[in-house]
């Protein structure tokens, strides 16, 4: 419905800014990496997704389109509130929380508020049956090179498939970047250059 609000930062609290847009404040729930981008009374952008219950209408608003779908991808999972998915984003970035999902590691995922070890282990078996199929070795990329790494770049690809990406879409910007890196390293790298 919203699909941003750019405008002057005029307020922030704990977990939500208020962004001044033509004269209407519009308070925005957000995670706490959104806030520390933030500054107050400069311009900014958020990216938005707009929650609606019987009983309220909830605006919710992060720095990044990577934090926004992720944040989407685990409302859609049973079990996780607009609430609770904005303490995981605020505990773990959107790296960190493919990285749990391709690694099948849910202990790190308990470490945000509201969410205990059944509901971890629920996030990462539903966000892997996402990526589920996704090959992780011998991406075709452009001019017929082959990538047929098993190692960073293929759990790289992995991880991005979280986010919804293909392989397709990924391999080109992995080819390019230093396979000596982490594969946090290279997932942010090619976020980067995705966004």
């Known amino acids: 419905m919203i699909y941003s609000v750019r405008g002057t930062l005029i307020l922030m609290g704990a977990g939500f800014a208020v ?3 033509g004269g209407v404040g519009y308070r ?3 995670s706490i990496s959104t806030q520390k981008q933030l500054k107050l009374n400069s311009e900014v952008m958020l990216y938005t997704h707009m929650n609606v219950r019987e009983d309220a209408m909830e605006l919710f608003g992060f720095a990044t389109k990577s934090e926004l779908n992720t944040f989407r991808m685990l409302i859609g999972i049973t079990g996780v509130g607009p609430k609770v998915a904005l303490a995981i984003l605020s505990e773990l970035s959107s790296e960190q929380i493919a990285m749990c999902v391709s690694a099948g590691d849910s202990k790190t995922l ?3 508020n509201g969410v205990g070890p059944k509901l971890a282990q629920r ?3 539903e ?3 996402k990526i589920k199929g ?3 070795e011998g991406f075709e990329v452009s001019k017929g090179s082959v990538i047929a790494d098993t190692g960073n770049v293929s759990k790289a690809v992995a991880a991005l498939a979280v986010f919804g990406y293909s392989a397709a879409d990924v391999t080109p910007i992995l080819s390019r970047l230093d396979s000596n890196l982490s594969v946090e ?3 942010t790298a090619t976020l980067r250059q995705m966004a």
């Open 110 to 112: 308990t470490r945000a």
């Open 127 to 129: 966000l892997k049956d």
């Open 185 to 187: 390293e290279m997932i």
């Open 134 to 136: 996704v090959s992780a």
């Open 123 to 125: 996030i990462v078996l």
């Open 28 to 30: 925005v729930q957000t």
């Open 19 to 21: 962004v001044e847009c």
